[in-house]
């Protein structure tokens, strides 16, 4: 992978520390043994050579406070703020780039990796694939789309800011990210885990609730361990200074292959496709009190189901009519070759969540 810039007076700064992708940084990173400070609404878990800080992302004085003090040289920001409009996404969560810079305007900033997404490609909610879109696989240097995108407009910022303080930057995006977290507003596998559970305690069998384009089309999705390795990586290296990588496993799949899978791996029995998509938000309407069934009898530790399941973001991915898998090439040729199976990466995240007591263990 070529030879690594870092040097022991690195300090990391995760920004969404507690979510998928952040969880997963601050892992690898202070297995590596560097100086974290995790940015949060919450602090998360102690562990040796992590700090937490608090901030309201939305507020520049709030960000000047909490991290005015710090030594930051690599920053990671993985957080985004969902909004009722495109024009608010925009302002909302670039505006969070912007600040956040600004606040380390001080500090000896030398790389900052930015976590976005293959919205990049297939356009914003309010647009989301309509339109011209490139060809799958999505590769990095497709033109953006003639459309308002709040990725674009984080991205401008953090180029501007590497402009103003001179650092180098890189640009992640991902897929569905599986990875451990609560409170999600884009956990695809805890979701799908809670909807098994819930499937299995009904007597019903675990329904896809997507297209029949993704039923039987290609796709790939990221795990949050290779996200966070792909960013330490860039962040490290020459070869991934200021360029924008593609992040997926390395392998495809068709979810018919992996529904009953998955299904086995959660003790229910699979349904497929069948003439239309049944949403999530349609089969678990009535779910919150089965969940509190499901937590008591099974001794487990969340009982509120917003916090374990978020079945429209999942009824999204799962719902498109259009194929979605990224080209990794470039990252590839550059130098980051970690390759993930998907069905390793679902059946890991499920052991983890069972071992958390988040979802029943039979």
């Given at each position: 992978m070529g030879t690594s810039v870092l040097t022991e007076s690195a300090h990391a700064l995760v920004v969404g520390a507690t979510g998928i992708a952040?969880?997963?940084?601050?892992?690898?990173?202070?297995d590596e043994g560097w100086?974290?400070?995790g940015l949060s609404r919450r602090p998360g878990a102690e562990r040796p050579g992590v700090g937490w800080r608090s901030a309201d992302l939305r507020s520049s004085e709030s960000l000047r406070a909490a991290l005015g003090d710090l030594p930051v040289t690599h920053v990671f920001f993985t957080a985004w703020s969902r909004q009722q409009t495109e024009a608010e996404n925009i302002a909302v969560n670039g505006g969070m780039v912007r600040d956040l810079l600004a606040a380390l305007s001080d500090a000896p900033v030398r790389h900052v990796a930015l976590m976005t997404g293959l919205k990049h490609y297939l356009g914003p909610f309010e647009a989301y694939g309509q339109g011209e879109m490139p060809d799958t696989p999505f590769h990095e240097d497709e033109p953006r789309l003639d459309v308002d995108n709040f990725y674009y407009a984080q991205e401008d910022e953090l180029f501007a800011a590497a402009r103003r303080q001179g650092f180098t930057w890189s640009v992640h995006r991902s897929h569905t990210v599986l990875g451990h977290a609560v409170g999600n507003a884009m956990n695809m596998g805890l979701t799908i885990a809670v909807a098994a559970a819930i499937s299995r305690h009904t007597g019903r069998p675990l329904v896809f609730p997507g297209s029949e384009t993704q039923w039987n089309g290609l796709t790939d999705v990221t795990d949050a361990d290779l996200l966070a390795s792909q960013m330490v990586w860039a962040a490290t290296h020459p070869e991934?200074?200021?360029?924008?990588?593609?992040t997926a496993n390395g392998d495809v799949f068709r979810w018919r292959?992996?529904?009953?899978?998955?299904a086995a791996d959660l003790g229910v029995e699979a349904e497929g496709f069948d003439t239309?998509?049944?949403p999530f938000e349609q089969q678990m309407v009535d779910a919150?009190?089965?969940?509190?069934?499901?937590v008591?009898?099974?001794?487990?530790?969340?009982?509120?189901?917003?916090?374990?399941a978020s079945w429209w973001h999942t009824d999204a991915d799962l719902g498109r009519?259009?194929?979605?898998?990224t080209d990794m090439s470039k990252s590839r040729l550059a130098g980051f070759t970690e390759h993930h199976r998907t069905r390793d990466s679902f059946t890991k995240l499920f052991e983890r969540y069972r071992v958390a007591r988040l979802i029943p263990r039979g």
């Open positions: 952040g969880g997963a940084l601050i892992d690898r990173l202070s100086a974290v400070t991934g200074a200021d360029e924008a990588f593609n292959w992996m529904w009953p899978r998955i239309a998509p049944r919150t009190p089965v969940w509190a069934e499901i008591e009898q099974h001794g487990l530790v969340e009982p509120d189901i917003t916090r374990v009519d259009i194929e979605v898998m």
